[in-house]
């Protein structure tokens, strides 16, 4: 096997050609909140430890000490079980209190949120009249949708969605079945797209356009080159999560809630934000006029943090569902999995994501506004301060990249051991500067397949709807296709954010608790770990990641 992994077998162990055989290790400690690993996440995710004595007695100071220590522990002197537990049920084991993680920074959201509507309110209350006034010259207009009558919009944004969830579930049976086709279609389709952009630069005459069409093209051959042996094992992980997410269909309608949820956020701030800058603008407070524009980033910054927290929150529910899965399937799910993923994002858990949310959000604004002076530089003909602005804004939307990265293995850290943001963070860097590489191959390669998916299921549903507007409503099919490109685009989003979910929190609770797979779920830990075993047989866990 490769050295993705720095293991911890069960006694009875994997065949000779894995790896050589490990002395089974003393249990009842490192466990994760979803339930007991008999063989818990090494500390530093790589460094090993040969027994307890590397852990302090106290679980909070272990590294990836569980979140409830009591529970789903294997019987003193007994070897791992897929029993639920002698203490009782991995429900109650789940359900035990959980302590508060970041408990400042959500009390900090909220407050933030609820000023807002606050001071929107009564800004709202005393401005309104002057802004929602009638057209005086024309008091009865009445505004008309461009979708034409509303006895066919309906039918046609039906069929829409029909055609989207039809198309969503079409995706999800090839991404399970035919996973590394899909990977090798996307990697090509980047290859061809290339290849057009270098003959359309040839036609135009172009020699600039030629040249870096050139270049574009060949990291492209070169990046398939280099992943081409990585491309069994991500179809593998593809696969296992939806596999696992498939179990719990309710955890299907969390980033639906969540676009719900982003959608109605959006417009309280829309309509707060306007009335406090109204109210601003027109007050008679000369103090309010002078900080308009730091009231104006804390709105911007207000609006980022709901937005990217609510996320952040889906993410963490749908890889506390994943780690159920992992931990407790298939003979220890408690009732209501989804329910209980939800209750400790939205409760102890989300501190954690509202601070890291926060750090995203605050570089999103700052660059934000950088990207409001480059305009402004540029409109004015300032061609070196526009320079200087573009640069800027380039690193830190290089350093936003980064730091949400970081957040989506930390926010899946949160979820499946219950820590703070700032360890959790500590331990999302410590795996990714050990295995980084393979995580963001592993991620580019899903990622594009995902892509993919979403840009072929918005252009079929939009041409569905489109001919059906043009032939059987007899209507202007124009609207309709742009509707459906629109539903098909965001229903698929909704398979894409679960599967994105999904196998980061199987890439983590693989790196830190292999053995737990391999006992429990042999047929899938075997998908997962063929890959590696026929392009890396050389290796093993000695020998650090691929």
């Known amino acids: 096997m ?23 290790q003393p249990h009842g400690y490192g466990a994760p909140q979803y339930g007991a690993a008999p063989y818990p996440p090494h500390a530093g995710y790589g460094t090993q430890h040969t027994g307890p004595a590397s852990y302090p007695h106290d679980p909070q100071t272990r590294p990836f000490a569980p979140a409830a220590e009591a529970g789903m522990m294997p019987e003193k002197g007994g070897g791992p079980s897929d029993r639920p537990t002698r203490n009782g049920s991995a429900e109650e084991a789940i359900e035990k209190s959980q302590p508060w993680r970041d408990l400042v920074w959500a009390i900090i959201f909220w407050v933030q949120l609820i000023a807002l509507v606050v001071v929107g309110g009564i800004c709202y209350n005393r401005w309104s009249a002057q802004f929602t006034a009638q057209d005086p010259a024309h008091p009865d207009r009445s505004t008309s949708s461009d979708l034409g009558p509303l006895h066919h919009a309906l039918p046609l944004i039906a069929i829409a969605v029909a055609a989207a969830a039809v198309q969503g579930l079409f995706w999800m049976w090839m991404m399970k079945k035919h996973g590394r086709t899909l990977i090798w279609i996307t990697l ?41 042996h990585k491309i069994a094992f991500a179809a593998a992980m593809m696969d296992v ?12 309608s969390l980033p639906i809630i969540g676009m719900l949820l982003m959608t109605g956020l959006a417009f309280v701030w829309s309509v707060c934000a306007f009335s406090i800058v109204y109210a601003v603008d027109h007050g008679s407070s000369e103090g309010a006029r002078s900080a308009r524009g730091f009231i104006f980033f804390l709105l911007v910054l207000s609006l980022f943090w709901t937005i990217l927290t609510t996320k952040g929150w ?34 102890t858990s989300f501190g954690s994501v509202a601070f890291g949310s926060f750090l995203t959000a605050f570089i999103r604004t700052v660059r934000f506004f950088v990207q409001m002076a480059y305009e402004q530089a540029r409109n004015s003909n300032n061609q070196l301060a526009a320079c200087a602005l573009l640069c800027l804004e380039c690193l830190i939307g290089c350093l936003e990249g980064v730091v949400n990265y970081i957040n989506q293995y930390a926010f899946a850290i949160v979820a499946i051991y219950g820590r703070s943001y700032i360890q959790s963070a500590k331990d999302a860097w410590s795996l990714l500067r050990s295995r980084g590489f393979d995580a963001i191959i592993n991620d580019s390669l899903i990622g594009s397949v995902l892509g993919f998916a979403q840009l072929i299921a918005g252009l079929c549903t939009g041409i569905i709807t489109g001919l059906i507007a043009w032939s059987a409503f007899d209507t202007d099919w124009r609207p309709y296709a742009g509707l459906g490109f629109v539903v098909g685009l965001m229903l698929m989003m909704v398979v894409t954010e679960v599967v994105e ?21 042999p047929e899938e830990y075997q998908k997962v770990m063929d890959p590696l075993e026929t392009y890396y047989p050389h290796r093993g866990p000695q020998n650090g990641p691929v």
């Open 2 to 24: 490769s050295g993705y992994y720095q293991q911890q077998f069960p006694p009875s162990g994997p065949p000779p050609s894995y790896h050589e055989q490990r002395p089974p």
């Open 188 to 228: 090509i389709f980047g290859l061809i797209v290339a290849g057009l952009v270098v003959i359309a630069a040839v036609i135009a005459g172009n020699v600039v356009g030629v040249v870096f069409g050139i270049i574009f093209f060949l990291l492209n051959a070169y990046y398939v080159y280099i992943v081409r």
């Open 241 to 252: 999560s939806l596999r696992s997410m498939s179990q719990f269909k309710t955890a299907w």
């Open 314 to 347: 889906v993410h963490t529910c749908i890889s506390g569902v994943a780690a159920t899965y992992y931990y407790l399937a298939p003979h220890a799910i408690p009732k209501n999995p989804v329910w209980h993923a939800v209750r400790r994002a939205s409760t």
């Open 501 to 521: 979910s999904a196998v980061i929190c199987l890439f983590i609770c693989l790196a830190h608790d292999p053995a737990t797979l391999q006992r429990t779920k």
